[in-house]
């Protein structure tokens, strides 16, 4: 009887411990209640901000025009065929919990401005860093530590791999390329 006694407590322990947690994310302000809609969270991996894809090419053209390091970037890539979608991750299910990809439920099909920043590259990836503004006076915040669009990785290499390239620019390993003054495309919050 003793051994059931402390199942349950430390069960109950445990419970506690993780209501606490979810009340510190409520305090802090780090969650937005889902609207009344409907939805099937078990099946959304993301949340994103979808940019569109003529919008981002174009800007990518723009910059080739007046940085020569970025038209060499762009000389030998096929970026009409390897830029097919862009996007801002806000949270990932993976990475950040379910919590952290529902909160933006309240955003869903909002359009959200996304100020492109800088543009950073290797010979492995290249992304645009990315500024994510606000809706209804409400700013959005990625949960990412760098929130950016992907726009390029070389063969065999992930979309993940963008992430790095903060630290590889900071070791001499990539080149940023600032946008002054930034970039602002509209895009769509959306779950994937």
Known sequence: MVFCSSVVKVTFDFAV??????????????????????????????AAVTLPVKDVKNLLDSLAQKNPKVEGLLKDKDMQNSLKKAHVTLAHKRSHGVPAVASYGAYLQRDVPVGLTALLFSDQSAAFEASVGSVDGEK??????????????????????????????????????????????????EFY
Not at 19 to 32: H, M, S, W
Not at 173 to 183: E, F, M, Q, S, Y
């Open 17 to 46: 411990k993780q209501v606490l947690e979810q009340l510190k994310i409520v305090a802090k302000g780090d969650y937005a209640t889902p609207s009344s809609e409907k939805r099937k969270f078990g099946n959304i991996v993301f």
């Open 140 to 189: 959005i915040s990625s949960k990412n530590q760098w929130p950016h669009t992907t726009i390029w990785t070389g063969p065999g290499v992930g979309q993940r791999e963008a992430n790095a390239l903060p630290q590889l620019y900071s070791e001499g390993k990539a080149t940023r390329v600032d946008i002054n003054p930034p970039v602002t495309i509209s895009g769509t919050l």
